[in-house]
């Protein structure tokens, strides 16, 4: 279309989804400016005018790791498997601290960002993914502590390291997923945002976290294994000490992860039309 100068302008043209619809991530990269923005925002919004700042980032996990080394490794005694509790716990509250807080600010994206929401358009994909990397800082700065706990049980690393890119991939599917389907639902229903505390408290005893999956029956580990979170955990612990890489939970929980991003991209789609309205 020309204007009265004779120049030419690009007019982009807003339709409605009317059905099932897979999102055009051509779009969501001509945004990306956009998304690097809000990634941006919500790291320095987070730590803003607060004293400790990034420290944040390791205390978090430490207090958790604490807590659980003393009530069910000093306390209740629970089996580890022969590794010491505290580098246990330690590899899987790390990756665990990530996806439940991504989760939790991936779920009420929307509804935080409803100002916004109906004043300008982009791909609304940009809110619920935006946490799964602004999470990442928090991911990084956190295995430091890791990496020292590793160091005082004189963990060396092994070739299995080289699973461990591909774990982080598996670590950012499971939230993604998740908060697709939860923010689409929680613009409707706003119980998401009561029910978020109580569901990730409840999952935390879901996977092998404080507890070992050699204790789970051997007539329910399949079933087990389809829980996404299980082949993070047990990645994670395979792939940084050393142990025999659990693919029997690895592909199961990949699949289902996969399968979650998919069909909530899809929905999260679909329900794009109405968002405006419902806010």
Request: glycine letters at 4%.
């Amino acid at each position: 279309m020309a204007d009265p100068s004779g120049k030419s302008e690009d007019i982009t043209i807003i339709e409605s989804v009317s059905g099932w619809e897979f999102p055009d991530f051509k779009e969501l990269k001509a945004y990306q400016d956009l998304f690097y923005f809000l990634v941006w925002r919500d790291i320095k919004v987070l730590y803003a005018q607060t004293i400790l700042g990034f420290a944040w980032a390791i205390l978090n996990p430490l207090i958790q790791i604490i807590i659980f080394s003393i009530i069910f490794g000093k306390v209740a005694k629970l089996p580890s498997d022969g590794i010491p509790y505290v580098l246990f716990s330690t590899v899987a509250i790390i990756p665990w601290t990530y996806m439940a807080e991504a989760m939790n600010v991936s779920s009420q994206s929307l509804v935080s960002g409803q100002n916004m929401l109906g004043k300008v358009y982009f791909p609304r994909l940009v809110y619920p993914l935006t946490p799964v990397l602004a999470k990442l800082v928090d991911f990084s700065i956190s295995l430091l502590l890791l990496v020292a706990v590793m160091i005082y049980y004189q963990v060396a690393p092994t070739w299995n390291l080289i699973y461990l890119p591909l774990l982080i991939v598996l670590m950012m599917t499971v939230p993604a997923g998740i908060g697709l389907w939860l923010s689409a639902l929680a613009i409707r229903y706003r119980d998401v945002k009561f029910a978020m505390p109580f569901v990730i408290r409840m999952l935390i005893y879901s996977a092998p976290i404080l507890y070992t999956s050699s204790s789970i029956p051997e007539d329910y580990r399949f079933l087990y294994s389809l829980n996404p979170i299980v082949a993070v955990v047990e990645g994670y612990r395979a792939c940084l000490l050393g142990l025999p890489m659990p693919w029997e939970y690895i592909f199961p929980g990949a699949a289902v992860a996969i399968v979650l991003l998919f069909f909530g991209t899809i929905y999260f789609r679909k329900m794009e039309r109405v968002f405006v309205d419902v806010i």
